[in-house]
């Protein structure tokens, strides 16, 4: 190991780090454990415009209350150099490990720093937090979650006075204050038991929540349907925050036969039932999806641990039942808002729609039918509130945002995703349908009949380690240098570096400027409507791949388009996975 690893490896060793910290790092040098130590210490958790999320566990790579700390007092600094002292910081986590001493250090750091912190004293959902900052008048909000990830996880998100996630150009800021902290002796903290006696520390009292629910059940577009509408809903929090507030939202709508996964229905950061506790996963809704058929249920949702995604499982009017996906999630709220906003006058004045590049092309389609304007942005929801925040001044109104990876939100009161006002919203659908006798599954296909079937997936590769980093940059220089020039029998039409801000046309060889944030994606778009993009993952040591094909006929029935749009979409993914050597699963 060299000499930086080393000289970190010593410093983790003794005080000011505790008996379990250096405990961890001791049995790691005497089991001779050199890969994981260098892991552990080769770089520090980068603090990105996401904030920071990693493996729980002690160096200065891994999430752990020290790295809480020195982000914490980094962030701080920001603040008081905004003035932002008065104004506070509100508090918040989910049921993960340690989250709750993550969200005291935090709590911790700001009081010493003479912050105002608005605390939660209960586990609450990411929206909540994003909700409160803008009706308590914060400058900023911290959530302690990892969101989907697996229980070795834990992570801290960063957000700014309009409860989206920051955004430029404070997150480079942020990112600068972040860096000058580079050891506990630049920190400025106190006991969390220490703070609760601080003037400027206070529990978020009971009032909060209650407005926020009430502003959730204004979303709703026929609550005059859901008292006669005879619909089951089976609903799962997958151990996490949901818990409390779904129940109550849904309740709140109207429904009285809802239906508690009663195994995932009680917090536990270690997801017994739900090891990748992730609403994308079929094993996370496996046992969720047998409690919708056991008890016959209408519709099952399930939400992420931070309760700020969704996933959701229909039945058909034949009994069985289908799983969506993220995409078509999204593409039936889509359908469901833009249709009766317009069918019972209650569209607002220039509607606008926000997703980002990796979702379905199907719900812009859908949204400009019905008078909706549409931006894509990069993935992430904090580049759909940086948009969202624009509308302030130019007099747009957002109806909703959306990106394929189950993440929703109707509210303009949240600029975060939000799993509860998404999961009272198909809830809600599901009863108006129903009423009208059609399955969702039935809207779902006259879609696809109007507008064209859309099959899309994502493969996620897992390459772990420094070694795994090394790899997933060669893939993306690769593409970026030496893109195919077709993909089995489909021509590359455009190469899209985001990166480099750039739209090349491979027939002309014309070069245009793309009107995006920077980041390390990159797509090609192909012939026949297809498509593939390329990004590592943020949050993950992941590179994701996004396959898209379109299929269409008038002659043929739907379920023809969907098994040819299908057979191609596979002959896709292995395509091109071949071409860069990697196959799925």
Same mark, same amino acid.
């Given at each position: 190991?060299?000499?930086?690893?080393?000289?970190?490896?010593?410093?983790?060793?003794?005080?000011?780090?505790?008996?379990?910290?250096?405990?961890?790092?001791?049995?790691?040098?005497?089991?001779?454990?050199?890969?994981?130590?260098?892991?552990?210490?080769?770089?520090?958790?980068?603090?990105?415009?996401?904030?920071?999320?990693?493996?729980?566990?002690?160096?200065?790579?891994?999430?752990?209350?020290?790295?809480?700390?020195?982000?914490?007092?980094?962030?701080?600094?920001?603040?008081?150099?905004?003035?932002?002292?008065?104004?506070?910081?509100?508090?918040?986590?989910?049921?993960?490990?340690?989250?709750?001493?993550?969200?005291?250090?935090?709590?911790?750091?700001?009081?010493?720093?003479?912050?105002?912190?608005?605390?939660?004293?209960?586990?609450?959902?990411?929206?909540?937090?994003?909700?409160?900052?803008?009706?308590?008048?914060?400058?900023?909000?911290?959530?302690?979650?990892?969101?989907?990830?697996?229980?070795?996880?834990?992570?801290?998100?960063?957000?700014?006075?309009?409860?989206?996630?920051?955004?430029?150009?404070?997150?480079?800021?942020?990112?600068?204050?972040?860096?000058?902290?580079?050891?506990?002796?630049?920190?400025?903290?106190?006991?969390?038991?220490?703070?609760?006696?601080?003037?400027?520390?206070?529990?978020?009292?009971?009032?909060?929540?209650?407005?926020?629910?009430?502003?959730?059940?204004?979303?709703?577009?026929?609550?005059?349907?859901?008292?006669?509408?005879?619909?089951?809903?089976?609903?799962?929090?997958?151990?996490?925050?949901?818990?409390?507030?779904?129940?109550?939202?849904?309740?709140?709508?109207?429904?009285?036969?809802?239906?508690?996964?009663?195994?995932?229905?009680?917090?536990?950061?270690?997801?017994?039932?739900?090891?990748?506790?992730?609403?994308?996963?079929?094993?996370?809704?496996?046992?969720?999806?047998?409690?919708?058929?056991?008890?016959?249920?209408?519709?099952?949702?399930?939400?992420?641990?931070?309760?700020?995604?969704?996933?959701?499982?229909?039945?058909?009017?034949?009994?069985?039942?289908?799983?969506?996906?993220?995409?078509?999630?999204?593409?039936?709220?889509?359908?469901?808002?833009?249709?009766?906003?317009?069918?019972?006058?209650?569209?607002?004045?220039?509607?606008?729609?926000?997703?980002?590049?990796?979702?379905?092309?199907?719900?812009?389609?859908?949204?400009?039918?019905?008078?909706?304007?549409?931006?894509?942005?990069?993935?992430?929801? $904090?580049?759909?509130?940086?948009?969202?925040?624009?509308?302030?001044?130019?007099?747009?109104?957002?109806?909703?945002?959306?990106?394929?990876?189950?993440?929703?939100?109707?509210?303009?009161?949240?600029?975060? $995703?939000?799993?509860?006002?998404?999961?009272?919203?198909?809830?809600?659908?599901?009863?108006?349908?129903?009423?009208?006798?059609?399955?969702?599954?039935?809207?779902?296909?006259?879609?696809?009949?109007?507008?064209?079937?859309?099959?899309?997936?994502?493969?996620?590769?897992?390459?772990?380690?420094?070694?795994?980093?090394?790899?997933?940059?060669?893939?993306?220089?690769?593409?970026?240098?030496?893109?195919?020039?077709?993909?089995?029998?489909?021509?590359?039409? $455009?190469?899209?570096?985001?990166?480099?801000?750039?739209?090349?046309?491979?027939?002309?060889?014309?070069?245009?400027?793309?009107?995006?944030?920077?980041?390390?994606?990159?797509?090609?778009?192909?012939?026949?409507?297809?498509?593939?993009?390329?990004?590592?993952?943020?949050?993950?040591?992941?590179?994701?791949?996004?396959?898209?094909?379109?299929?269409?006929?008038?002659?043929?029935?739907?379920?023809?388009?969907?098994?040819?749009?299908?057979?191609?979409?596979?002959?896709?993914?292995?395509?091109?996975?071949?071409?860069?050597?990697?196959?799925?699963?």
């Amino acid at each position: 190991m060299d000499a930086i690893i080393n000289a970190r490896i010593k410093e983790w060793s003794s005080a000011p780090y505790d008996k379990e910290t250096i405990d961890e790092i001791k049995a790691l040098i005497d089991a001779g454990n050199e890969k994981e130590l260098a892991d552990r210490f080769y770089r520090d958790l980068e603090f990105g415009t996401g904030g920071l999320r990693g493996i729980l566990g002690a160096g200065t790579n891994r999430m752990n209350i020290y790295n809480i700390k020195k982000v914490t007092q980094g962030l701080a600094n920001f603040i008081l150099s905004h003035n932002g002292a008065e104004q506070g910081v509100v508090i918040g986590r989910d049921s993960r490990i340690q989250s709750d001493r993550f969200a005291e250090a935090a709590a911790g750091v700001m009081i010493a720093n003479g912050i105002r912190v608005h605390y939660y004293d209960d586990i609450h959902p990411t929206p909540t937090v994003s909700f409160a900052i803008r009706h308590l008048k914060a400058i900023c909000g911290i959530m302690i979650t990892a969101s989907h990830n697996p229980k070795e996880y834990n992570g801290y998100k960063v957000f700014w006075d309009d409860g989206a996630q920051v955004t430029p150009p404070y997150d480079d800021e942020i990112i600068a204050e972040v860096g000058k902290i580079t050891s506990l002796s630049q920190v400025k903290s106190m006991e969390f038991c220490m703070a609760l006696s601080s003037p400027v520390f206070r529990i978020i009292d009971q009032t909060v929540d209650p407005i926020y629910l009430s502003k959730v059940k204004e979303l709703s577009i026929h609550p005059e349907i859901i008292p006669d509408a005879p619909v089951k809903i089976c609903y799962s929090p997958l151990h996490g925050t949901g818990y409390k507030m779904v129940p109550l939202a849904l309740t709140a709508y109207g429904f009285r036969d809802i239906v508690m996964v009663k195994e995932q229905s009680i917090p536990d950061g270690t997801f017994p039932t739900a090891p990748r506790p992730n609403p994308e996963e079929l094993g996370a809704m496996q046992l969720g999806m047998e409690y919708a058929k056991k008890t016959n249920a209408d519709v099952f949702i399930a939400t992420d641990p931070d309760a700020d995604r969704i996933g959701a499982l229909i039945r058909k009017k034949n009994g069985e039942y289908l799983l969506l996906n993220g995409n078509q999630i999204a593409t039936l709220l889509v359908y469901y808002i833009a249709s009766e906003l317009k069918n019972t006058g209650k569209m607002p004045k220039n509607p606008r729609m926000v997703s980002t590049i990796v979702t379905t092309d199907l719900i812009f389609a859908i949204a400009e039918s019905f008078g909706v304007k549409t931006y894509s942005t990069l993935t992430g929801f $904090k580049w759909i509130g940086l948009i969202t925040r624009g509308f302030e001044k130019t007099g747009e109104t957002f109806v909703f945002g959306c990106e394929e990876s189950h993440g929703y939100n109707a509210a303009e009161f949240v600029r975060d $995703k939000d799993a509860v006002n998404a999961a009272c919203l198909f809830a809600e659908m599901t009863a108006f349908y129903s009423s009208k006798g059609l399955s969702v599954a039935d809207v779902l296909d006259d879609i696809y009949k109007e507008f064209g079937y859309y099959r899309e997936s994502q493969v996620s590769i897992t390459m772990k380690g420094m070694d795994g980093a090394e790899k997933i940059n060669a893939l993306m220089d690769s593409l970026r240098s030496d893109a195919p020039k077709k993909v089995g029998q489909l021509d590359t039409l $455009k190469v899209t570096d985001v990166q480099e801000s750039t739209v090349k046309d491979l027939a002309s060889g014309a070069v245009t400027p793309l009107d995006l944030p920077k980041s390390n994606v990159i797509w090609l778009t192909l012939s026949d409507r297809a498509k593939v993009v390329a990004r590592p993952s943020g949050t993950e040591p992941k590179i994701k791949f996004y396959f898209t094909t379109y299929g269409k006929s008038s002659a043929d029935p739907i379920e023809k388009v969907k098994s040819d749009t299908d057979a191609a979409h596979e002959t896709l993914k292995k395509d091109f996975l071949s071409i860069l050597g990697l196959q799925e699963g």
